[in-house]
């Protein structure tokens, strides 16, 4: 069994900082892809920034910049460092994990950038 615990979502002013973490947990062996999205009311789940086993990294267009993904594969942890935050920015973020061949998600975490 593997759980994914995301943390750090929290109310900010536009312009201001967060940065998430998530950790994975359980019977793990090696993890391949991490990544984080976000799903804003009404909409669907889009990938916000994807990290691979070797460091290769890719970002939405619209967190371009502003957003930066790490990874620290001795504490099975995934991070998101987000500054210059829009409200535009304003969603539930998951992380996502590839485990033994199966994507794993996170609960969510609630980021809310008031304007």
């Known amino acids: 069994q593997v759980h994914l615990v995301e943390s750090g979502g929290d109310l900010v002013q536009a312009g201001g900082s967060l940065r998430l973490s998530c950790a994975a947990s359980g019977s793990i062996v090696s993890i391949g892809d991490m990544g984080w999205y976000r799903q804003a009311p009404g909409k669907q789940r889009d990938l916000v920034a994807r990290i691979t086993t070797v460091g290769f990294r890719n970002y939405a267009d619209s967190v371009e910049g502003r957003f930066a993904i790490f990874r620290d594969n001795a504490k099975n942890t995934v991070y998101l460092q987000m500054i210059s935050l829009k409200p535009e920015d304003t969603a539930v973020y998951y992380c996502?994990?590839?485990?033994?061949?199966?994507?794993?998600w996170g609960q969510g975490t609630q980021v809310t950038v008031s304007s």
């Open positions: 996502s994990m590839m485990i033994g061949g199966v994507r794993y």
